[in-house]
T-cell receptor
Framework: DVKVTQSSRYLVKRTGEKVFLECVQDMDHENMFWYRQDPGLGLRLIYFSYDVKMKEKGDIPEGYSVSREKKERFSLILESASTNQTSMYLC??????????????FGPGTRLTVL | AQKITQTQPGMFVQEKEAVTLDCTYDTSDQSYGLFWYKQPSSGEMIFLIYQGSYDEQNATEGRYSLNFQKARKSANLVISASQLGDSAMYFCAMRSNFGNEKLTFGTGTRLTIIP
């Protein structure tokens, strides 16, 4: 079974802090994604990566950066956390070039609160 | 650009009844895939069912079926004989067969099953 893990389920940080959210997958997937989930807005893509050291901006990249130094690990970085970044963050992975119907596999999510 | 619309923010359904969750989409692509995910209160995203744009038959997976009407650009999820464990958020998503492999999500429907 595919397993996607995220470093924390709950995180509380202060405004201005640098925040790292870590995601690890164990299925050798090329693609990895970071989403943000807010009530009434669904899931919105922040960044995705299709290979080590490769990244592409999603729909809402402002205020975020990412790092992918190893294939299995994809980190989301909030350089200076702000209260409007309080949200649920979901990581996902998928096989590159698979069938159109191949699903993304999601981690359990990190609920981040910025005070 | 792709867009997914889920017009039902919340639904209440009696246990054992069937329920239809609405999803309409907009895309200029000819080849695309539609997905439904379930998100219980624990937060993880569970893949339910997939429909390809060229699939002639509606997809079915156990109690889940997808009512795909291509001309109307709708992909409604039907859950037969609802159970208390079906209470969750449900998201419709789509992916194009061209370009990158990201998913575009709707805003979700919160389904509550009443005993």
């Amino acid at each position: 079974d595919v397993k996607v893990t995220q470093s924390s389920r709950y995180l509380v940080k202060r405004t201005g802090e640098k925040v790292f959210l870590e995601c690890v997958q164990d299925m050798d997937h090329e693609n990895m994604f970071w989403y943000r989930q807010d009530p009434g807005l669904g899931l919105r893509l922040i960044y995705f990566s299709y290979d080590v050291k490769m990244k592409e901006k999603g729909d809402i990249p402002e205020g975020y950066s990412v790092s992918r130094e190893k294939k299995e690990r994809f980190s989301l970085i909030l350089e200076s956390a702000s209260t409007n970044q309080t949200s649920m963050y979901l990581c996902a992975s998928s096989l590159m070039g698979g069938r159109l119907g191949d699903t993304q596999y999601f981690g359990p999510g990190t609920r981040l609160t910025v005070l | 650009a792709q867009k997914i619309t889920q017009t039902q923010p919340g639904m209440f359904v009696q246990e054992k009844e069937a329920v239809t969750l609405d999803c309409t989409y907009d895309t200029s692509d000819q080849s695309y895939g539609l997905f439904w995910y379930k998100q219980p209160s624990s937060g993880e995203m569970i893949f339910l069912i997939y429909q390809g744009s060229y699939d002639e038959q509606n997809a079915t997976e156990g109690r889940y079926s997808l009512n795909f009407q291509k001309a109307r650009k709708s992909a409604n999820l039907v859950i037969s004989a609802s159970q208390l464990g079906d209470s969750a958020m449900y998201f419709c998503a789509m992916r194009s067969n061209f370009g990158n492999e990201k998913l575009t999500f709707g805003t979700g429907t919160r389904l509550t099953i009443i005993p």
